[in-house]
């Protein structure tokens, strides 16, 4: 068990806190990008990368590293704000989000940028990618784990069901799926364009070990990974309850925050409540 | 003359590229004793992964192995791995630059009885479209075996090609592949007859009705799609002055389209191309099918005399 003390919740408060302003600044200077899906995340990554992942930014291909894949590939800036801040590039690269020849791709490109594992963005295939990732661990016999992150909405992919089936199928428990259960899809909420509800059910029904946690409370981030670390036999579903833009008050819960970047205005306000 | 499915030939050179390399990964859906990957997984079970009848998580997780160093080889018939994985191939493979070899067999008409459900006609050109790719269609067991060693070293995605029916030997066991490189078969001058795959045997009967009448034509083996070779086709095509292409595949976006594409760029003669002509397959045994949709050995004969007319 990993220690979970003052000392570590300090460090990934002040991580997500950089990690939400960064996010808010490069969407505001790429003029595009999704805004609402990168703040619900960005507790929870916070703590995979400055408490739960074993990694090196100095070597990115080590092979024993911990390896993390945005399966919900549009909130690539959440992404992008931890790997500047873990120090795999410079913080400069951020302002160049989404701008011709940039190494930060809309959605993540592995072959662009250092730290980043998988190209994703089509919708379902990041977990399957991460199954693929367990199994080589499994075949070479590491002990790396792997983790995917993916949003409620990408539930309505099938592909996420079959990969669901072939990680219990082969018992991966090595690999940890963070389920970003913001409510909300482009078109308006989940549970009125296509529920993917009960999410943890259908989790639990595929043979996976289920936690429900409030993924804004760094606490219990923590003690799901810590618990799912130790639970042997079948992958773990950590289904945390989030709010899509948190942090910043005028886009929580909003719909039209999903794919839209804050104008010069927005950002300023933004930043000025996560300061 | 000796015959083999390129199936068969596929299962066996698996054999011998697990026995030598430990990083190789075989990956099927559920299809492991048809695509012949099961001899691989009786050797080498803790190197095969059977993903069951889903075959878009078996693309994205071949893409996860690939990205940890594995060489994997991911099979299933060609319909679904290229047509209902096709955006898992186009973006989690292609596009990651990965060392993923998509391995397809029951490729065309002559899966046979099953009909068209099982019978991909599209997949050259759904492959060949993706940036990334190389695209090989072996004819034979020699080339089969040739081009799972070469693809073994090449680094990225690839597709292969495989047939279900036992197919002629054509090629030297000596054959010295290698990929973006047709092979010639015979020599002629009057016309070249530029075939991949099934067709390729097909195209040396007809040669040989064809030299009886006094026409010399050139047999090419196409077999690296993509990349293409250009020289070979330049060449054939400025000795011969016309070219009949020959492939089991639609005649949109395959073989015939791409040596079209090349010989309108560099060399522009008259060119006949020969494949399913814009329509799906149907229940029947394969010399049937290759005879319904005009490949026949007669078929070719005919076609090749017509193009003579247009030199």
Known sequence: MRRIGEEELAVTSEKAGIIRQEIIKMLGEAGSGHTGGSLSAADMVACLYFWEMKLDPQKPDWQDRDRFVLSKGHAAPVLYAALAEKGFFPREYLRTLRKLGSPLQGHPDMRKLAGVEACTGSLGQGISWAVGMALAARIDQRDYRVYALL????????????????????????????????????????????????????????????????????????????????????????????????????????????????NREEMEKALAELA | ??????????????????????????????????????????????????????????????????????????????????GRAFEQVRNSIAYARLNVKICATHAGITVGEDGSSHQSVEDIALMRSVPNMTVIVPSDGISTRQALFQLYQHDGPAYL?????????????????????????????????????????????????????????????????????????????????????????????????????????????????????????????????????GLGVEQIVEKARKLLKKK
């Not at chain 1, 993917?196 to 993924?215: M, R, Y």
């Not at chain 1, 618990?227 to 929580?252: D, Q, Y």
């Not at chain 2, 026995?19 to 095969?48: C, G, H």
Request: proline content about 4%.
């Open chain 2, 1 to 82: 003359m000796k015959k083999q499915a390129t199936r068969d030939a596929y299962g066996q050179a698996l054999l011998e590229l697990g026995a030598l390399y430990d990083n190789i990964v075989v990956l099927d859906a559920d299809l492991s004793k048809s695509t012949k990957t099961v001899e691989f997984a009786r050797a080498y079970p803790e190197r095969f992964i059977n993903a069951g009848i889903a075959e878009q998580n078996m693309m994205g997780m071949a893409a996860g192995l690939a990205s940890c160093g594995k060489v994997v080889f991911a099979s299933s018939f060609a319909i679904f791995a290229t």
């Open chain 1, 151 to 262: 949003g409620d909405g990408e539930l309505e992919e099938g592909m996420v069901w079959e990969a669901a089936m072939a990680a219990a199928h082969y018992r991966l428990d090595n690999l940890l799926a963070l389920v970003d259960n913001n409510g909300l899809q482009i078109d308006g909420k989940i549970a009125e364009v296509m529920s993917p509800e009960p999410i943890a059910d259908k989790f639990a029904a595929f043979g996976w070990n289920i936690l429900e946690i409030d993924g804004h409370d760094h606490r219990q981030i923590m003690e799901a990974l810590n618990s799912a670390r130790s639970f042997k036999g079948s992958p773990t579903a950590v289904i945390a309850h989030t709010i899509k833009g948190k942090g910043c008050s005028f886009m929580e819960n909003r719909v039209e925050w999903h794919g839209t970047a804050p």
């Open chain 2, 161 to 293: 090609r495989l047939g279900r029916p036992a197919v002629p030997q054509v090629h030297d066991p000596g054959l010295d592949f290698a990929i973006g490189q047709a092979v010639e078969l015979r020599r002629g001058k009057d016309l070249s007859l530029m075939a991949c795959g099934i067709m390729v045997s097909k195209a040396l009967q007809a040669a040989e009705i064809l030299a009886a009448e006094g026409i010399e034509v050139s047999v090419v083996d196409m077999l690296s799609i993509k990349p293409l070779d250009k020289e070979m086709i330049i060449r054939k095509a400025r000795e011969s002055g016309a070219l009949l292409t020959l492939e089991e595949h639609s005649i949109i976006g395959g073989l015939g389209s791409s040596i079209c594409e090349a010989v309108c760029e560099y060399c522009p003669v008259p060119v006949t191309c020969l494949g399913i002509n814009d329509l799906f397959g149907q229940s029947g045994s394969p010399e049937e099918l290759l005879q319904y949709y």
